[in-house]
């Protein structure tokens, strides 16, 4: 029985072995399949991560070619910028500099370079009762060159298309050297400083499809001479000096001659080979306060140019004006008187419609003219629509003037050029830079018949 019980435990016993065997030979087999798997597994988390990193570098390397596509976007944007800096073509400012019109004024905003501006009229009148004087004009086409050498050196200039090019002139071409605020000094072509319209006469900076009569024959807008002069700024008190080449009474104006109805208007010489044997001066003072603007202007000089011996053409023209622009309210009044010397010779040596020598008694040149006129105007849509882009303000002027206030001896007054004009009408910009108008005028002479007409008429600044 223990022999049997010996052997029954030795064959469990190597059972047990046997099976323990077994187990480990399993358990090592598990870990084995265990292990390739996980190599496996490893292998295939390899292959994705090669995958992942993979796409991720083709990814990396579109988003590079993406970077450098905007990153040249960039560059050409600021080169863009920079060019538009050379040449003066930014984002404009409309401000007045110095009494000038807005975009005659563009250059001295300009940081450096090239600045261009410009403005146009279309006109149209029709007179009643007088189809032959009904009319359609592109009146003017104008282009500003300017160039800001550095910040204190400037060029400016206007060139001017009249009657669709008809008449081609340059209006003013000058050098500005801005030392300081308070002493610039100018010198080459210059507007003559005197009365609102002849420094600011861009169409959407004053009422009326035409200019008013007073600042075309009293003050002969637009008027620009040779000369150099010194202008500035101290405490809202704006001053110009000029010492500029006198008028010239006795040129050849062509088909324009000068007469009374004009006055002195067609003696402006523009500076084009001008004869510059008597000088003139002018003296240009305004004060600004908040709404309010007034000031003045004196000139004295000789018109003869010694081309007539004996003869002293002495010419004084004076001015004074105010305007007040409040809440859309703008009014503005305009005064000035204008003396000839030595008129009854200087009549005398003119020459006459006919092509001869001297002026009839009741043509000659006033020794003596005076004007003025008063302008009051409402922008309505100020109420409707405050401080939009948009106005609409009707207006309405009245001028009076004299062009034979005094007359020299053996002369007689005309009273066909002492005028009431009266002017009523709307003026609309949709935008501030663009101008559309309509007006009725009535001009009444002393003596002689009255005339209405009706004017339309559109320009623009830029």
């Not at 404009?92 to 975009?103: H, L, T």
């Not at 300017?146 to 060029?155: A, L, M, S, W």
């Not at 035409?210 to 405490?235: C, K, M």
Request: proline fraction near 4%.
């Amino acid at each position: 029985m223990e022999t049997k019980d010996a052997t029954a435990g030795k064959d469990a016993a190597a059972g047990k072995d046997a099976a323990a065997g077994k187990d480990a030979a399993a358990g090592k087999d598990a870990a084995a399949g265990k292990d390739a798997a996980a190599g496996k597994d490893a292998a295939a988390g390899k292959d994705a991560a090669a995958g992942k990193d993979a796409t991720a570098g083709k990814d990396a390397t579109a988003g590079k070619d993406e970077a450098a596509s905007k990153e040249e976007v960039r560059t050409l944007a600021e080169e863009i910028r920079r060019l538009k800096l050379e040449i003066g073509l930014r984002d404009v400012e409309y401000q007045s500099f110095a009494g000038m019109g807005p975009a005659a004024s563009k250059v001295y905003f300009a940081p450096k370079g090239l600045s261009i501006g410009g403005y146009g009229e279309f006109t149209y009148r029709n007179v009643a009762d007088h189809a032959s004087l009904d009319q359609s004009d592109l009146l003017r086409a104008v282009l500003y060159a300017g160039y800001r050498f550095d910040p204190h050196i400037v060029f400016n200039s206007e060139i001017e298309f009249e009657h669709a090019g008809r008449e081609v002139s340059v209006e003013f071409a000058y050098l500005d050297f801005l030392f300081t605020d308070a002493v610039r000094l100018r010198v080459g072509n210059v507007l003559v400083p005197i009365g609102f319209i002849n420094q600011m006469h861009e169409p959407a900076f004053f009422n009326g499809v035409f200019r008013p009569d007073v600042e075309r024959f009293l003050i002969p807008t637009t008027w620009s001479e040779n000369g150099v002069g010194i202008h500035g700024e101290v405490a809202g008190l704006r001053y110009k000096a000029f010492l500029l080449n006198g008028l010239d009474v006795f040129r050849d104006a062509g088909s324009e001659p000068v007469e009374a109805a004009s006055w002195l208007r067609e003696s402006r010489t523009g500076g084009a080979e001008a004869l510059a044997a008597t000088p003139a001066g002018i003296v240009n003072l305004e004060y600004a306060t908040g709404p309010a603007t007034v000031g003045g202007a004196v000139y004295y000089g000789r018109a003869d140019q010694r081309r007539i011996p004996g003869v002293r053409a002495d010419v004084f023209l004076g001015e004074v004006h105010g305007q007040v622009a409040w809440r859309g309210v703008t009014a503005r009044v305009l005064g000035v008187v204008g003396t000839l010397g030595d008129a009854a010779a200087v009549n005398a040596h003119l020459v006459n419609g006919t092509g001869g020598v001297g002026l009839a008694p009741d043509e000659g040149l006033g020794s003596r003219v005076q004007g003025g006129y008063a302008e009051v105007a409402y922008d309505v849509l100020s109420l409707v629509a405050p401080g939009g882009a948009s106005s609409l303000a009707p207006f309405a002027r009245v001028e009076r003037y004299d062009l034979n206030a005094r007359v020299p001896a053996g002369f007689v007054r005309n009273g066909a050029v002492d005028r009431t004009v009266v002017t009523a009408g709307l003026t609309y910009k949709p935008i501030p830079t663009v101008v559309v108008k309509a007006d009725w005028q009535r001009r009444d002479p002393r003596t002689g018949d009255a005339t209405d007409q009706l004017n339309l008429g559109a320009g623009f600044v830029f």
